[in-house]
């Protein structure tokens, strides 16, 4: 399973880190990534890291936030900054763990103008 960490209520050009921690019978884990799903909106990318460190950001935030593994990639962490209103949404880890296509919980990320 994986467990989120690390969001909170943040003033505009402020910054958060995000934490996801896999546990549990773990013999296979590939990409792993941070999605966010704003109220009336779909759920989006906002940053991938694959196995073999390559990463992917959503335009919107890319020069603010960065994405990285760590633990023999058994946690990937989201540093935010510069956040923006618009950056307002629940955040949800995700990987792939046994083959299976992983969720965490859902962290809450508020930015206030």
């Known amino acids: 399973q994986l467990q989120a960490s690390g969001g909170g209520l943040v003033q505009a050009g402020g910054s958060l880190r995000l934490s996801c921690v896999a546990s549990g019978s773990i013999f296979s884990i590939g990409g792993m990534g941070w999605y966010r799903q704003a109220p009336g909106k779909q759920r989006e990318l906002v940053a991938y890291i694959a196995n073999d460190g390559t990463t992917n950001y959503a335009d919107s935030v890319k020069g603010r936030f960065t994405i990285s593994s760590v633990n023999a990639k058994k946690t990937v962490n989201l540093q935010m900054n510069s956040l923006k209103p618009e950056d307002t949404a629940v955040y949800y880890c995700?990987?792939?763990?046994?083959?299976?296509?992983?969720w965490g919980q859902g962290t809450q990320v508020t930015v206030s103008s």
């Open positions: 995700n990987a792939q763990i046994n083959l299976l296509s992983s």
